[in-house]
């Protein structure tokens, strides 16, 4: 239950961290990938600069939403010396409940205002 | 590499140690990525701009992310080691604060600026050198204006005066100057106008500015002052101006007359005082020109060179006065204290670190580099330092008004503060030398070894940690013996002042000081002798029959020089009638004026009602006047015989009064006449009372204003606080160094305990090995005994040759102040007997050791 407040206490998460977060649970990735993933996903709209992306990552570390991971996927493909980082448990659910935070407050908006077909 | 990417690689540099290491690398090699990727040249410009920005804002993020880490880490550290971290903070606190307290006292008299135009060029001249008659205003100004070194000068005689004005009557310091006076200090009137040329000629001088203080508590501040008339010594003045607030030259004044050229306001048959004359060099003449030239002025017109030391005196060094020295001397000292304060802070921060070795160690084998350990041991000494000087702050206040107490300041303006931009610089600077002495150097060393046996994680302590304890040790033991032998002879300087005899009891005593210048009890010396009433007589008489009705007063008697409120001066000549003479001062006194002191009369009679005017004139001398014109024979009954006057029988012999306690030199030496037949103008009231005089000084001041409001009663105080007041700054001293002197010894004895029961800890296989092998525990502690009191043995033999040193500097705090060689050893014997103490106790653990134990520790 402690943990469940917990959790709560971290929401909103800022919008590159779930980005990041979403990102991870596909699977492991290096900094530089993440952030060419997310830029992709985003259809350019993100793009996040070296500084603030290894600042949020940094932050994930030491909240223990990430952790640096000791496999390398792929070593032929990549440089050795790159870290790489996995989501945790506790990461995984932080992304989780924000994910439903967004789901309340999309619903909340279909109720009220009613939101044209995305189709 | 271009130019970018290398000066992106120095920007990284700019990270927290902790950021730098994890992602340095990363974000460097990015940055070359995109940039090889942005291609085209407005590209690759707008790339840079976005990558400076990021790095704009993030560094300063995630700096303060590491520090408020390292911060709560220091916190956790600290809270672990409360006691120590209190008594380190303790230290510092009360060693920058009082250093920072005391630098307060030396920027308001020696630093900072005086409140008048270009202060620099103000110069005391001792004298005027001219053909013409300097003692007239157009002889003076015509003077100061031809002067070749001097723009001008004015001159100005300090008084005290009666005031009366609102049918209230006052005791007053004034001043009267020419009328040049303000405008040659560049000081503009708050309200009104200064004096106007030719306004310090006689007949046209009965004009007066008034201080601000004056004006309002006076006054009320009411404008419509200018006009108004007032009574200086019965003298009317008109007020033509309010001076600005806080200014006071020269001293506490409350108010300016443009009469230094005339003796109208001084008491009838006086025209003998001059004014100090202050000068405004020219520009471009710098003290030593001037100076020169002055010195051949005044040989040019006859002055000798041997007799006549003249020298221009900068107006600052003159308002520093004498308190210049002994503030050095205090900051000096203070500056030791803070010293030792500091070798102990870098002693906890040492041990704690060793302690700390197998934590740092650890983290450095994770892969925390050195800069990252030095950061946070360089963020921990920050932390103490900082919350030190907050409290220091504190410290620093309570220093100051003690301070003010003890050492008054001549003007308002230099006032003693801590808000100045000068003081709060030097905290500031104090603390964050502090800092970096004694907290990041050795944080910096420890990160060195660190990396270096981060390997050996636990092997005995690095020798330059030990190398470094020992002489942390041995600057603490050098500074406690300076420190304890000055106190020492403060101390007992001081105690020998509180000892001595002064010749007349200080309890029971109430004094209450009136002035009847200017009063219609004024004598008019002018009129010639034969038919000349004596006014004073009926004033004293009421006053005193007025105090002896008020219950529970003894005995009330008048002095013209009562001890500890008058200076004592040799200014009068007395010859015997054997021939033979010597120097010593007239004090005027009523009947029971030794009974009301508890001052004995050795030989003799007091005076009596009978002494009064035309009887025959007697007069009682001390016992070292007696002395020294009659060595060998009683003087009662002879006639002693002062300057110009006619001769006096002595009637009586008393014991010596010391007039000022700290000075020692011809203070004894009194010829008493009585006040009946040579009445004084000015006098202090003694009244001896049943139980504590303090509390009848209202009623004893209220009697006294009944007597007739137009004479002003001031300086009601008991005789027993006049003694502290004139006490006060021997006291001041002796308590500052004996205080520091404790603290240190304090220190020194915790610093001891410390690295002994560090150096324990540290060797306890080694001892236990020891012990295994045969050695007894009492060997292996007096061992340690020898080893610990090496370093206090080196430091000591370095303080006592800093307290020879100190000796000389001690009789600007108290000029009785004796060092003796005594002392010195006292105080190396004091610090050796607690230091082994402290390490004989802190080794009282080996004999509880349990060998097996010990060697199973590693």
Not at chain 2, 73 to 92: D, G, K, M, P, S
């Amino acid at each position: 239950m402690a943990k469940e407040t917990s959790i709560q206490a971290s929401l909103p998460l800022p919008l590159p961290i779930f980005h990041m977060l979403l990102a991870l649970s596909e699977g492991e990735r290096h900094g530089y990938a993440l952030k060419r993933e997310i830029l992709q996903r985003t259809n350019g709209k993100l793009n996040l600069a070296s500084g603030a992306l290894y600042g949020s990552i940094s932050r994930m570390l030491d909240q223990g939403w990430i952790e640096e991971s000791d496999e390398r996927p792929d070593t032929h493909l990549d440089d050795e010396r790159r870290r790489y980082y996995r989501i945790t448990a506790l990461g995984r659910r932080i992304v989780q409940a924000e994910a439903i935070r967004l789901q309340h407050l999309v619903r909340l908006a279909e109720n009220t205002l009613g939101l044209p077909d995305l189709a | 590499m271009p130019v970018p990417s290398r000066f992106y690689r120095v920007l990284i540099k700019l990270y927290p140690a902790r950021f730098r290491e994890e992602f340095g690398e990363p974000l460097e090699r990015q940055f070359w990525d995109e940039y090889g990727q942005a291609g085209s040249a407005p590209a690759r410009a707008i790339f840079l701009l976005r990558a400076f920005a990021d790095l704009a804002a993030t560094i300063p993020a995630e700096i303060l992310r590491e520090l408020l880490q390292d911060l709560r880490y220091a916190a956790r550290v600290y809270r672990r080691r409360a006691f120590v971290t209190t008594l380190a903070l303790a230290a510092l606190a009360l060693a920058i604060g009082a250093s920072t307290g005391v630098f307060s006292v030396v920027n308001a008299r020696l630093l900072r600026s005086l409140p008048f135009r270009s202060p620099a060029r103000l110069v005391l001249v001792p004298q005027l050198i001219s053909s013409l008659n300097t003692a007239t205003p157009v002889g003076f100004h015509t003077t100061a204006q031809s002067s070749p070194f001097l723009e001008d000068a004015a001159s100005y005689r300090p008084q005290q005066m009666n005031l009366n004005a609102n049918r209230r009557a006052l005791h007053v310091q004034i001043a009267e100057t020419s009328q040049n006076f303000f405008s040659l200090l560049g000081t503009a009137p708050a309200l009104g106008r200064t004096f106007a040329p030719g306004e310090d000629v006689e007949g046209r001088d009965r004009v007066t500015v008034i201080s601000y203080g004056l004006w309002q508590q006076f006054f009320g501040g009411d404008p419509g002052i200018l006009g108004a008339t007032i009574r200086l010594q019965g003298v009317p003045l008109t007020v033509v101006g309010v001076a600005p607030p806080a200014f006071d030259f020269p001293g506490n004044t409350s108010l300016w007359t443009p009469t230094v050229f005339d003796f109208a306001l001084l008491p009838a048959g006086e025209k003998m005082v001059r004014g100090t004359v202050i000068g405004r060099m020219k520009p471009g003449i710098g003290i030593a020109a001037a100076n020169r030239i002055y010195r051949e002025g005044v040989l040019a017109a006859g002055g000798n060179r041997r007799l006549e030391p003249f020298r221009l005196e900068p107006l600052r060094d003159q308002l520093a006065g004498p308190v210049r020295q002994a503030s050095f001397v205090l900051l000096g000292l203070v500056m030791l204290v803070l010293l030792i304060a500091c070798a102990n802070v870098a002693q906890l921060l040492l041990s704690r670190t060793s302690e700390r070795r197998t934590e740092l160690t650890l983290r450095a084998a994770l892969g925390a580099s050195r800069a990252r350990l030095v950061q946070q041991l360089a963020t921990e000494s920050a932390v103490l330092t900082l919350a030190a000087a907050c409290a220091g702050l504190a410290v620093a206040r309570w220093t100051v008004q003690l301070a003010a107490l003890a050492l008054p300041a001549q003007l308002a303006t230099q006032a003693y503060t801590i808000l100045d931009w000068r003081v709060l610089s030097f905290a500031l600077g104090l603390s964050a030398l502090t800092g970096v002495l004694f907290g990041v150097v050795p944080a910096s060393l420890i990160g060195r070894f660190l990396v270096d046996d981060a390997l050996r994680a636990r092997g005995p302590t690095p020798r330059g940690i030990r190398r470094m304890r020992a002489v942390v040790l041995a600057v603490q033991a050098a500074v406690a013996v300076v420190l304890l032998a000055g106190s020492l002879t403060l101390g007992s300087s001081f105690l020998k002042l509180l000892n001595m005899d002064l010749g007349y009891r200080v309890d029971h005593v109430a004094t209450l000081g009136i002035s009847l210048f200017g009063t219609r009890y004024e004598t008019d010396y002018r009129v010639p002798q034969t038919v000349r009433t004596l006014r004073e007589l009926p004033y004293y008489r009421q006053a005193l029959d007025r105090l002896r009705a008020v219950p529970g007063v003894e005995s009330v008697a008048a002095v013209d020089f009562l001890p500890l409120v008058n200076d004592p001066h040799l200014g009068d000549h007395f010859t015997l009638d054997s021939g033979q003479d010597g120097p010593a001062m007239q004090v005027a006194a009523t009947p029971d004026y030794f009974r009301t002191l508890s001052a004995g009369i050795v030989e003799g009679r007091d005076f009596t009602e009978a002494d009064r005017q035309g009887s025959e004139p007697v007069a009682i001398v001390s016992q070292s006047f007696a002395r020294q014109v009659s060595p060998d024979a009683s003087v009662l009954g002879h006639k002693v015989t002062p300057d110009q006057d006619q001769p006096l029988t002595i009637v009586g012999i008393a014991a010596d009064a010391r007039y000022d306690p700290l000075r020692k030199q011809f203070a004894d030496v009194q010829v008493y006449t009585p006040m009946a037949q040579s009445p004084g103008t000015a006098a202090t009231i003694t009244v001896c009372v049943k139980g504590n005089p303090e509390a009848y000084l209202p009623i004893l001041r209220d009697s006294l204003r009944q007597v007739d409001p137009e004479v002003p009663v001031y300086g009601v105080m008991t005789l027993n606080q006049r003694l502290r007041e004139s006490l006060a700054r021997p006291r001041f001293y002796t308590t500052a160094v004996l205080f520091f002197a404790g603290f240190a010894l304090l220190l020194a004895v915790i610093g001891a305990y410390g690295a002994v029961s560090h150096s324990i800890a540290q060797r306890t296989q080694e001892i236990g090995v020891r012990i295994a092998v045969g050695a007894s525990p009492r060997g292996v502690r007096a061992m340690l005994l020898r080893q610990s009191m090496l370093p206090v043995a080196a430091g000591m033999l370095f303080g006592i040759a800093g307290a020879a040193a100190l000796g000389r500097f001690l009789q600007h705090l108290i000029l009785t102040a004796e060092p003796a060689g005594t002392t010195t050893c006292a105080a190396a014997l004091v610090l050796s007997a607690t230091a082994a103490a402290a390490i004989w106790i802190a080794t009282g653990r080996i004999l509880r050791l349990d060998p097996t134990a010990a060697l199973r520790a590693e």
